[in-house]
Nanobody
Framework: VQLVESGGGLVQPGGSLRLSCAAS????????MSWYRQAPGKGRELVAA????????NYAVSVKGRFTISRDNAKNTVYLQMNSLKPEDTAVYFC?????????WGQGTQVTVSS
């Protein structure tokens, strides 16, 4: 199982970024996928999750209405579109695939929101 995030960077408040997570090594279309984030000095928190079919999506209260999770099962990729970014969105963003015993995580991509 391999998960590779990309798309992070430095953006001004109010700006947008689109994160991607390219998956390989498993049958992507059969797994729920999630985005998490971890800010400096804080624990890892769930940002958004999407069902295997893409039909069901859930969001943290702090990002609802600003972030959109989506997936392309033909490309084995899950996305996180982030709009109206705030300084408090600054964190390392990770994608996750659940496992039977341990979950699988990517290496993360840094998102910094600052003027």
């Amino acid at each position: 199982v391999q998960l590779v995030e990309s798309g992070g960077g430095l953006v001004q408040p109010g700006g947008s970024l689109r994160l991607s997570c390219a998956a390989s090594g498993f049958r992507f279309s059969t797994y729920e996928m999630s985005w998490y984030r971890q800010a400096p000095g804080k624990g890892r928190e769930l940002v958004a999750a999407i069902a295997a079919s893409g039909g069901s999506r859930n969001y943290a209260v702090s990002v609802k209405g600003r972030f959109t999770i989506s997936r392309d099962n033909a490309k084995n990729t899950v996305y996180l579109q982030m709009n109206s970014l705030k300084p408090e969105d600054t964190a390392v963003y990770f994608c996750k695939r659940p496992g039977l015993r341990d979950d699988y995580w990517g290496q993360g991509t840094q998102v910094t929101v600052s003027s």
